[in-house]
């Protein structure tokens, strides 16, 4: 397992002449140490440095050629990685051999890298940040590399074969015993089990502050000796390196912290590998102890730097173990990103908890409420565990926690995230794949956070272009939270709403308003009705600045709108002087199947389109589409900025999201699955009596309850005892509509055909449990 030791010793002329011969140099020769290689610095003509290196035979033919190709892999992937470069000789030879008095000594000439080493200097916060990225790009640059010897070896400073050395134990002092089996038992009983499931490749194996150099402004300018290159757990690199840069009464948490947060600001690690490196770094400090007693055992002293090195071992093991062991996982959590593994307390608990710090009314949804921990696609989990299908949700319209949607977040915000007041690619490239998606009119965007802030932005636009100050909003409409756009969503508070510059407009309900399906000139009757409240607002004098309508109408109860309604409605207001927003929060992004955008469903243009809710997939991201002219006029009496609107994350989730919904497939996704949805739900009216109407576009479906076909006797509470009950069948949906006697079927635009066989078949069983 260990080989002899001591490094070649061979004269001097033997290497100058060998230099001459090979690589055509003379230079200045001045030894250096090395633990089992004989390496000089040399000095040639022109002042440049290298480094002589004669390798030691007994580490093998196939490891010594294994670390030349190494060498030239770091040099071809990552230029400006500092490690030594490998100079070919005359012939292009990487490893020409000197032959010696029976043996052959392959040599390598190697870039002399400027620097000291790090040695016990005591290192600032920035510089072992600094550090834990050069190990980062260090095992990124070595991650295509492939060879059999590193595989092949069983090196003693191998960390995960930490076991090998479990005899040397006995070498230790008496007192040091127990921890040090402790230290090996955990390690195999706990960590070589999970060292087996994670992202093994080629590593260093030994960055220690000897083989690390660093120049007087403690910038990093070399990692050398890759005499230890082995096939192992990515991570054993991190956790050897941390390790080996704990000093005794240093503050072993912040090393630790700042170079797992350096190494991840470049890769970031697994959840899984985080949870190792606490016991590599103690196992790896174990080691040195031991391959010291080891090394006793056969005789060889401790050399040069590394018995007063290794000595620190059994102490710092101690002083790590007085630091609470929660609070340092904890830290190489925070390092690393993940969010504290705090258990999941029981929903009792945590309902109580939000009363004592969100309100005594939780506004939430079913009884007793959902306590969601995961989501993944259409399934949400909850606390035990259990999955649930989300049929409610277009916040998540690409899935929940989409991977391309999530790395995009991960990564942009591990780049760069500010503002708009300076010059950032994301946001004019959303900006330019949002007006590519809208009419040829659409050429502005303003970016804010919400569907709320969109609608209110847009509104102060309309007032500002018309002059005028009156709104006309549907019936029973939501369109955000702003006490301006309050006034748009009479829904928040039915009985109360009064906004004397609003006027309603009754939803063209086809089941259940003043015109049916199937009657003729349905859009013009219910258009008409636009006509009084128009009117109204130029009597009373506030004009008409804008009509505010979510294509879907999805608080009306989702309705089924006769084609031509909604430009019969628009043609009125525009008459009138005002404008139409297209509330694009629920129906964009694919959601009525037909087209991108909610309005063109309709066939209308609008003069603004505000998003929200979906565009980021859950991650903030509003903004108002308008005409050139609108956003200009708007700017005049001064600019317009949201701090975190158009921020580079929230660009980057958006662009994410059109991403996914293109190159899935996802509008046509919603047409197709959702009509067959609606054929499965329309074909559970011949069972269920109380089911009145299935309609709806695309993934946004209605079915309204009724007591009786004929009466259409709204079945309130029959549909908010089904919502629960399809809670228990695994199934999440809600209630919708003035009369909340609508099952609101809206889920995630990647619901498939056996989605919806899924979902239908749990209707039916709740149905039938009503
Ligand atoms: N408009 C519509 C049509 C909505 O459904 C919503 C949210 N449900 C909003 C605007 C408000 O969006 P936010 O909650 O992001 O402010």
Request: proline share 6%; with cysteine.
């Amino acid at each position: 397992m260990v080989k002899s030791l001591h490094p070649p010793r061979l004269p001097l002329e033997v290497l100058q002449d060998f230099l001459l011969d090979r690589y055509g140099l003379t230079a200045a020769w001045q030894p250096l140490e090395g633990e089992r290689d004989q390496n000089h610095r040399l000095t040639v003509e022109g002042g440049r440095s290298c480094v002589f290196k004669l390798c030691n035979p007994e580490e093998g033919d196939a490891i010594i050629a294994c670390q030349a190709l190494l060498l030239e892999h770091i040099a071809r992937s990552d230029v400006a990685l500092p490690v030594p470069r490998l100079i070919r000789d005359r012939n292009g030879e990487a490893l020409p051999v000197l032959p010696f008095d029976g043996l052959t000594y392959p040599v390598m000439l190697l870039s002399y890298l400027p620097g000291h080493v790090i040695g016990e200097a005591d290192l600032p916060p920035a510089a072992l940040r600094r550090l834990g990225e050069m190990l980062a790009r260090l095992g990124v640059a070595m991650r295509g590399f492939i060879h059999g010897a590193p595989a092949g070896r069983r090196l003693v400073w191998d960390t995960q074969h930490a076991g090998d050395l479990a005899d040397h134990v006995e070498g230790l002092l008496p007192e040091d015993r127990p921890l040090a089996r402790e230290v090996l038992s955990t390690h195999r009983v706990l960590t070589v089990p999970k060292l087996a499931k994670l992202r093994s490749q080629i590593i260093h194996g030994d960055i220690h502050p000897y083989n690390t150099l660093m120049s007087d402004d403690a910038t990093i300018t070399g990692l050398i000796d890759f005499g230890d290159v082995v096939h192992a757990p990515l991570v054993q690199d991190l956790s050897n390196a941390v390790s080996d840069f704990l000093f005794p009464g240093r503050d072993h948490a912040a090393t630790i912290y700042e170079m797992v947060r350096g190494y991840c600001r470049v890769a970031p690690l697994e959840e899984a590998e985080t949870e190792v490196i606490l016991d590599m770094i103690e196992v790896r400090l174990l080691m040195t102890a031991l391959v010291e007693s080891l090394k006793a055992s056969m005789g060889i002293s401790p050399q040069g730097y590394f018995g007063q090195f290794n000595s620190r071992a059994i102490p710092l093991i101690r002083e790590l173990r007085a630091i609470d062991r929660d609070g340092l996982h904890a830290t190489i959590r925070r390092a690393a990103a993940f969010p504290p593994a705090a258990a999941a307390a029981r929903s009792g608990d945590i309902l109580e908890r939000r009363r004592q710090v969100m309100g005594q009314k939780p506004y939430v949804f079913y009884d007793p409420p959902l306590h969601l921990v995961r989501g993944e696609g259409i399934w949400l989990f909850d606390e035990t565990g259990r999955r649930f299908m989300d049929c409610y949700n277009n916040v998540p319209c690409v899935g929940h926690c989409h991977p391309y949607v999530t790395e995009a977040i991960a990564r942009q915000a591990r780049k760069l995230n500010t503002n708009t007041r300076y010059l950032t690619d994301e946001s004019i490239i959303y900006a330019e794949r949002l007006i590519a998606l809208s009419h040829d009119s659409l050429g502005a965007v303003v970016f804010v956070n919400s569907g709320s802030e969109a609608n209110d932005l847009a509104w102060r636009m309309a007032k500002a272009w018309t002059g005028n100050r009156g709104g006309l909003a549907m019936e029973f409409a939501y369109h955000g939270v702003s006490e301006a756009i309050d006034a748009f969503s009479p829904s928040n508070a039915p009985a109360s709403w009064n906004a004397p510059h609003i006027r309603l407009l009754a939803p063209p309900d086809d089941y259940r308003g003043p015109y049916r399906r199937g009657e003729p000139g349905l859009a013009e009757a219910y258009a008409a009705m636009a006509d009084a409240p128009i009117a109204s607002l130029q009597e009373a004098g506030f004009g008409l600045a804008a009509f505010m309508t979510d294509s879907a109408f999805m608080t009306n109860g989702i309705l089924d709108v006769a084609p031509g309604y909604l430009q019969a409605v628009v043609d009125r207001v525009r008459a009138a002087g005002g404008l139409f927003i297209a509330d694009e929060v629920q129906s964009g992004f694919g959601r009525m199947g037909t087209h991108f955008w909610g309005h063109r469903h309709h066939g209308v243009v609008p003069d603004f389109i505000t998003i929200g809710k979906p565009a980021g997939n859950g991650y903030p991201v509003g903004a108002v589409i308008t005409r050139h002219e609108i956003l200009e006029n708007f700017l005049r009496n001064g600019p317009f900025f949201s701090t975190f609107g158009g921020g580079n994350v929230a660009c980057a989730a958006g662009i994410a999201v059109l991403d996914v919904v293109r190159d899935e497939g996802l509008v046509e996704n919603a047409r197709v699955t959702g009509d067959d949805f609606r054929d499965g739900l329309r074909g559970l009216m011949q069972r269920h009596g109380l089911i009145g109407d299935v309609r709806g576009v695309g993934l946004a479906t209605g079915v309204e309850l009724v007591r009786d076909r004929e009466s259409r006797e709204p079945a309130g509470r029959e549909t908010s005892r089904l919502v629960n009950l399809l809670r228990d069948e695994g199934v999440l949906m809600g209630s919708e509509g003035r009369l909340g006697n609508i099952v609101k079927i809206r889920p995630p635009l990647v619901f498939s055909r056996e989605n919806a066989d899924f979902a239908v078949a749990a209707i039916d069983r709740a149905l039938a449990r009503l």
